[in-house]
């Protein structure tokens, strides 16, 4: 049926669109967890004031669950108040 199509075209869009969103927060995940590991403050807090921005972001898109996001910012503040 052609409305089956669109939709398998919809979703592969959809996926590829979310894929992209979760490897930015992984990656940026990454980047607050290396500056925690190095011990530099300045640098830990300005990346996870970016990570805070993109997991926001991508949980009122719908990529990830909003307790999901909820929980990652929270892990991610107590790593870096650890280490301030």
Do not use: F, Y
């Not at 669109?17 to 925690?36: D, F, G, L, P």
């Amino acid at each position: 049926h052609k409305d089956a199509i669109k939709r398998i075209k919809q979703s592969e869009a959809a996926r590829l669109r979310n894929r992209i969103n979760r490897s930015k927060m992984r990656n940026q995940i990454k980047r607050v967890r290396e500056a925690v590991a190095s011990g530099n403050v300045a640098d830990a807090q300005a990346q996870l004031r970016e990570a805070t921005s993109i997991i926001h972001s991508i949980a009122h898109k719908g990529v990830i669950h909003r307790n999901q996001a909820a929980r990652r910012i929270s892990r991610l503040n107590k790593a870096v108040k650890a280490i301030a």
